[in-house]
């Protein structure tokens, strides 16, 4: 298969053979990572600007490991050092960074549609790091990698998402890509932080947790995005909130013996999640992170035109 996308915006754009072609190319991508020397010659000569307008841990020393681990030349750029301070407009930003001629531009924005609408305006490669309340198209595709190590694929797999549905990409991206693959989602969280019509994305709605929770095969738990709440909370207290909605060890007994559990951080102990959960034999929070790296890889890889070149030689 060739991969001839130019960007990577949203699991939506994405069909089933080209997410199944991703986590294909992410595997192989891996072991590059357990050797002694971290880094092949892939993407030498290639250049990677990391344009971070929210705050990041995970996902931005993720892709900068990727594409180091490539060999790329990497770029960081925050919304403090760009002169987006002075009051330059976004489309000049990202123009003036395409008139050094970088290959791709790794984008995380609060504006949903950003990363689609900065993909109009210059001609490398674009991926969306996550774009407010859109989507999340990298850290869906790593949990669908991190499920598919687990259970070997997704067919009829229950998947669970709880939390903060409403101010989360995470979840509409797993929601998308989870579905397309043949699992069943289903979400449940306060109805405060349920969008209305988000069943016609692919998932199904509960209002009790131990009923999502049960016989699930996967369950992802989300935190409460209080930066996006506009300074109030949706539910009364997070005392309130981790009795009704926290994965602890009385309520992960219901799910199925061996599911899984999964969190894209950063972890609020004690509130979504309880510390002898995230920590236990089930979980497989860290090992996302591994293959977030993995994923981000093989991302850069391909839209820079390797499975392309690769078919030609």
């Not at 590059?32 to 995970?58: C, D, H, M, N, Y």
């Not at 988000?198 to 947790?209: P, W």
């Not at 016989?215 to 005392?239: H, N, W």
Request: glycine fraction near 8%.
């Amino acid at each position: 298969m060739r991969f001839e996308k130019k960007d990577i915006l949203d699991i939506d754009s994405l069909s089933r053979e080209e997410i199944t072609y991703i986590l294909d190319t992410a595997r192989g991508m891996k072991e590059i990572s357990q050797r002694a020397v971290k880094k092949v010659p892939t993407l030498r000569g290639k250049t990677i600007v990391l344009f971070f307008q929210e705050p990041s841990t995970r996902t931005k020393i993720s892709f900068e490991l990727a594409g180091k681990r490539l060999s790329a030349d990497t770029v960081a750029i925050s919304k403090s050092s760009s002169s987006i301070v002075k009051g330059e407009t976004l489309r000049d930003t990202v123009r003036t960074l395409e008139s050094m001629k970088p290959d791709i531009i790794v984008m995380r924005h609060s504006s949903s549609g950003a990363a689609s609408q900065v993909a109009k305006w210059v001609q490398c490669s674009v991926i969306n790091a996550g774009d407010g309340t859109h989507a999340h198209p990298s850290q869906a595709l790593l949990d669908m990698m991190t499920i598919q190590e687990e259970k070997g694929g997704f067919e009829g797999l229950r998947v669970s998402i709880v939390g903060d549905i409403s101010h989360s990409r995470v979840a509409r991206s797993n929601i998308v890509g989870l579905s397309r693959m043949g699992a069943h989602v289903t979400i449940c969280a306060p109805g405060t932080m349920i969008p209305v019509g988000i069943e016609h994305m692919g998932c199904t709605v509960a209002r009790d947790m131990d009923a999502c929770v049960a016989d699930a095969d996967v369950v992802m738990m989300l935190r409460i995005q209080k930066e996006r709440q506009g300074g109030s909370l949706l539910f009364p207290s997070e005392r309130e909130y981790a009795a009704l909605y926290g994965l602890n060890q009385t309520r992960l007994a219901l799910a199925a013996k061996d599911a899984l559990i999964m969190h894209p951080g950063p972890l609020n102990r004690g509130v979504e999640i309880s510390t002898l959960v995230a920590d236990g034999e089930q979980s497989v929070i860290l090992d996302q992170v591994t293959n977030g790296v993995a994923l981000r890889m093989a991302l850069f890889y391909l839209v820079a035109g390797g499975s392309r070149n690769a078919d030609s030689n």
